[in-house]
């Protein structure tokens, strides 16, 4: 016995909290980070809606880009959740193939991975799915955040 507890119960209670902490832990890494889209690397594609997955935990929209050389792209750009999105009252129905759209994004880290996390998308309607920081900075870089805007250059 230590201090009026046996090993025996101890010995549960402790695995009882380790599990509950691999459970939490599991839970918690579900929802991934930001970390595979560069902070400072922020563009503005236009181009036409090829296909919406409207799933959790992010929607993708893929989009043919234009590049300045007149060549297109397609590119993906994870956005909003399902319930987020519906919550702003938007559908899949707002996204149909072909619609022109504006994108904000921040790209891939990784070279040759045409994706990239939405801060802004316009519909050609003028609706907004996004926050301040598509104004030109990064999530986290509101007032008081530790980064600066960083330019959204055309891509």
């Known amino acids: 016995m230590f201090h009026g507890l046996s090993f025996k119960k101890t010995g549960r209670r402790v695995l009882a909290l380790l599990a509950a902490t ?6 918690a ?4 980070g930001g970390g595979a889209f560069d902070p400072n690397k922020c563009f503005v ?3 036409t809606v090829r296909q919406l997955a409207w799933t959790n935990p992010h929607s993708w929209i893929y989009v043919q880009a234009a590049k300045e050389d007149g060549t ?3 590119w993906g750009f994870e956005f909003g959740t399902v319930s987020g999105l519906a919550r702003a009252g938007f559908r899949p129905s707002d ?16 070279p ?7 801060s802004k ?7 907004v799915i996004g926050g301040a920081e598509a104004l030109g900075s990064v999530p986290g870089g509101a007032p008081g955040g530790a980064r600066k805007p960083v330019p ?3 891509y």
């Open 22 to 27: 691999g459970l939490c832990a599991s839970a």
């Open 112 to 118: 040759g991975r045409h994706t990239g996390s939405s």
């Open 95 to 110: 996204f149909p193939v072909g619609t022109k759209v504006t994108v904000t994004a921040h790209v891939n880290r990784a």
């Open 45 to 47: 594609f236009k181009g």
């Open 121 to 127: 998308l316009v519909l050609p309607n003028g609706r």
């Open 29 to 32: 890494s579900a929802h991934h």
């Open 72 to 74: 297109n792209e397609l």
């Open 152 to 154: 959204c250059p055309a």
